[in-house]
Every structure is written in C-alpha cells, then in structure tokens.
C-alpha cells in the first residue's frame, strides 16, 4: 500500500507558470489594453511590485469561463 505524499504550497508555487501580459495576449488573441481592462473587471493576476504583473493561465482561463454567457438571438429572428 503506497500513501500520497502531501503537496506543499512551495511545490504549488513552483509548479505555476506565470505569463506576462504580452504572453497572456498572444495565447489569447487579445491587446494588452483589453487586458488591463479586463483587470478592472476582475480578471486575476499577480502584482510583482508597483509595475510588474503577471497571470496564472488557469486562473484567467477559469475567470473566463465564468463570465461566459449564452449567445444573444437576432432580433426579428426565431
């Protein structure tokens, strides 16, 4: 019988790769003007000192996620 061997908050830090906003964009497809926009509406990030921000990518892929909502119908159309 084996026993999993706990993970420390080190080991999960060490673990997550953290982007910069101009890796954030290009794996999104999106500027960094929607991306300090998107901050403002709540998108997670790391802020690395007064100038420097990083983001975890599961973290902005779940953030998205969330705020993904059902296409609108045409109006006129049924």
């Known amino acids: 019988m084996t026993t ?3 993970v420390t ?3 999960t830090f060490c ?3 953290l982007l910069t906003e101009a890796q954030l964009g290009e794996e999104l497809g999106v500027t960094r ?3 300090q ?3 403002k509406s709540g998108l997670p990030y790391v802020a690395l000192g007064s100038r420097m921000v990083r983001y975890n990518l ?3 892929m779940e953030w998205l996620e969330g705020r993904n909502t059902a296409p609108r119908a ?3 159309q049924i």
Do not use: K, M, N, Y
């Open 58 to 60: 599961f973290d902005v």
């Open 33 to 35: 003007v929607t991306l």
């Open 9 to 11: 908050h080190r080991e």
């Open 37 to 39: 926009r998107w901050r």
């Open 74 to 76: 045409s109006q006129g």
């Open 15 to 17: 673990a997550i790769r």
């Open 4 to 6: 999993a061997t706990p």
